[in-house]
């Protein structure tokens, strides 16, 4: 199974999950592309998959990188974003334009087919650390 990267699928909607950081003038996210029914959504990206303008979006203090405080803010309010309801869990439902169901069970790690932010969080900040090639703590 390929490796689950999250965090890349929520960059690559336009990264308009931004506008929960406290960075000034955030963009608003493109409506998620639903993959048609009977077909599965699109793979994950490597980590090294995320893009200079993505990061650049993140990069909040303007210093050239994305450190992890500034990563995982941004995951925060992806994953308040995402969780429309604002019962503290993410369905596949709710993620199945992100990830595909093997994915999403990669994500899932205590099987009750949902995802916590624990879970979450858990996960896009082991993303983080497999994009890190430097392990400096900086995404360039």
């Known amino acids: 199974m390929r490796r689950t990267m999250i965090a890349t699928g929520f960059l690559l ?6 506008a929960a950081q406290q ?5 608003q996210a493109p ?9 599965q959504a699109p793979a994950a990206q490597d980590p090294s998959a995320i ?3 993505h990061l650049n979006q993140l990069d909040t203090n303007k210093d050239g990188s994305v450190d992890q405080a500034e990563y995982q803010t941004f995951m925060t309010g992806a994953f308040a974003r995402l969780d429309t309801n604002g019962d503290g869990f993410l369905s596949q439902s709710d993620l199945a334009s ?6 999403f069970a990669t994500v899932d790690a205590n099987g009750d087919g949902r995802v916590s932010r624990e879970e ?9 650390a497999a994009a890190d090639r430097t392990r400096d703590g900086q995404l360039k």
């Open 23 to 27: 960075a000034p003038a955030p963009q």
């Open 31 to 39: 409506a998620p592309q639903q993959a048609p029914t009977g077909q």
């Open 51 to 53: 893009h200079e303008g």
């Open 98 to 103: 992100l990830l595909t169901p093997q994915q």
């Open 13 to 18: 909607l336009g990264t308009g999950f931004a």
């Open 120 to 128: 979450f969080m858990g996960q896009v900040m082991k993303d983080f």
